[in-house]
């Protein structure tokens, strides 16, 4: 189990640091997108690349930032339902989650984007609008994100399995990840905010 404890510690680092990297397109994707709209109206002009390229980015921080998404416990699940639930049982559903869902579903999306994305690429494939992007790239994304969100779902799988036989911590013991961190600090704010008022 070692070794798998290995592995798992090495797949979240490759996806920590490239959802850490990747998540600051958003500020490039907010810029484009503000320059592109600001350049519309007050020149009434645009550039298909720049908009579609507003849209290969936003694919690139969806795709292949939702590893880490997955890493930090952030994603979606039924919280009310979950917490009710004692920790054997949660940690069960988390097993069956991604082992009968989350991972045959990234192999199936592997499996049909591969010839997708080999298509495209053997094409050239280039926009159908004027001036526009290559389409291979944003194709690619499809590929690479779920084999990195099927990476990760096997560290998930080798870490709950490790929780339950008791060989690690729980690393989600404290909570909802960043999402919880965030939502103290707000709370923190707003306490500090009330005593100053009074």
């Not at 709209?37 to 690349?49: E, H, I, L």
């Not at 908009?51 to 930090?72: D, H, R, Y």
Request: aromatic letters at 10%; hydrophobic letters at 55%.
């Amino acid at each position: 189990m070692e070794g798998l404890l290995r592995l798992s510690r090495g797949i979240d680092a490759v996806n920590f640091r490239i959802g850490k990297v990747l998540s600051w397109l958003i500020l490039i994707v907010v810029i484009i997108s503000a320059t592109n709209a600001t350049v519309r109206k007050v020149f009434d002009t645009s550039s298909n690349a720049w908009l579609e390229l507003q849209w290969v980015l936003f694919g690139v921080i969806f795709l292949l930032c939702s590893p880490w998404t997955l890493l930090s416990n952030e994603h979606i699940r039924i919280d009310i339902v979950n917490a009710a639930l004692p920790k054997r049982w949660r940690d069960a559903i988390d097993v069956v989650g991604h082992l009968f869902f989350l991972l045959p579903l990234t192999i199936v999306m592997i499996i049909t984007s591969a010839p997708f994305f080999l298509r495209s690429f053997l094409l050239n494939e280039q926009s159908m609008n004027a001036g526009g992007l290559p389409q291979w790239p944003a194709k690619s994304l499809v590929l690479i994100g779920f084999t990195l969100l099927f990476l990760q779902g096997i560290s998930e799988l080798i870490k709950r399995i490790a929780v339950m036989r008791g060989l690690i911590p729980d690393p989600y013991a404290s909570g909802g990840g960043i999402h919880d961190a965030v939502q103290a600090e707000a709370e923190r704010i707003l306490a500090a905010a009330k005593t100053e008022m009074h």
